[in-house]
């Protein structure tokens, strides 16, 4: 089991394509991992403000970061697989 006190951070980023591929990868070589994906276009981001401030002329590709974690035991195995 992943735990907030036993994992290690093995990516991060804003693409979803990285992201998917760096999953994938993880699977394909039996890495158990858990991730966590924070959209910084919520209303509940910047400090629990209610409503939406718009998005005009943001890069909505690069709105969402992706954070994925390993156990500690498997981070130097899934570093050689990233």
């Given at each position: 089991m992943i735990t907030v006190?036993?994992?290690k951070e093995v990516f991060v980023g804003t693409s979803l394509d990285r992201f998917n591929e760096v999953c994938s990868r993880l699977s394909q070589n039996s890495i158990k991992y858990t991730y966590?994906?924070?959209d910084r276009n919520s209303s509940?981001?910047?400090g629990g403000q209610r409503g939406r401030t718009g998005t005009f002329g943001q890069n909505l590709s690069t709105?969402?970061?992706y954070?994925?974690?390993v156990h500690k035991?498997?981070?130097d195995k899934a570093i050689?697989?990233?």
């Open positions: 006190f036993n994992r966590r994906v924070v509940n981001f910047a709105s969402k970061t954070y994925i974690y035991k498997d981070y050689g697989v990233v």
